[in-house]
Nanobody, 128 residues
Framework: QVQLVESGGGLVQAGGSLRLSCAASGRTGSSYYMGWFRQAPGKEREFVAAISWSGRSITYYADTVKGRFTISRDNAKNAVYLQMNSLKPEDTAVYYC????????????????????WGQGTQVTVSS
C-alpha cells in the first residue's frame, strides 16, 4: 500500500508560481514512476509530468507545461514536487499525485492507467 498526500495548491495570479508537494508513505520503495495529473471542471484527468522513482531521474512532461513546470523527487523524504512557473488561467485544476508500483511498461507513463495509487488532490486556481 502507498498513501499519497498533496499540498501547496492555492490561488495565484497569472504569471505567478506555485510549488506542489506530494508526501508518500507506505511501500514507496516499490514505485517505478511518480506522476502529476490534473483535472479541470468538466474535463478528463490529464497528464502533467512524471518522474522515475529510482536511479537516474527520467522525466516526462505534457507539451502544455514543458518549459514552465519542473518535476523533482527527494527519495530521502519520500516526496515528489511540481514547481509551476508562469502559470496561466488554463492551468486551473485539481492536481493529483499518482504512484506506479506495478511497472507495466506496456502502458505509457502519460496514461492514468499506468498508476495504481492516487492522492486526494489539491486545488490550483490561476486568476487572470
Amino acid at each position: 500500500q502507498v498513501q499519497l498526500v498533496e499540498s501547496g495548491g492555492g490561488l495565484v495570479q497569472a504569471g505567478g508560481s506555485l510549488r506542489l508537494s506530494c508526501a508518500a508513505s507506505g511501500r514507496t520503495g516499490s514505485s517505478y514512476y511518480m506522476g502529476w495529473f490534473r483535472q479541470a471542471p468538466g474535463k478528463e484527468r490529464e497528464f502533467v509530468a512524471a518522474i522515475s522513482w529510482s536511479g537516474r531521474s527520467i522525466t516526462y512532461y505534457a507539451d502544455t507545461v514543458k518549459g514552465r513546470f519542473t518535476i523533482s523527487r527527494d527519495n530521502a523524504k519520500n516526496a515528489v514536487y511540481l514547481q509551476m512557473n508562469s502559470l496561466k488561467p488554463e492551468d486551473t485544476a485539481v492536481y493529483y499525485c499518482a504512484a506506479d508500483t506495478l511497472g507495466r511498461g506496456t502502458i505509457a507513463t502519460r496514461s492514468t492507467a499506468r498508476y495504481n495509487y492516487w492522492g486526494q488532490g489539491t486545488q490550483v486556481t490561476v486568476s487572470s
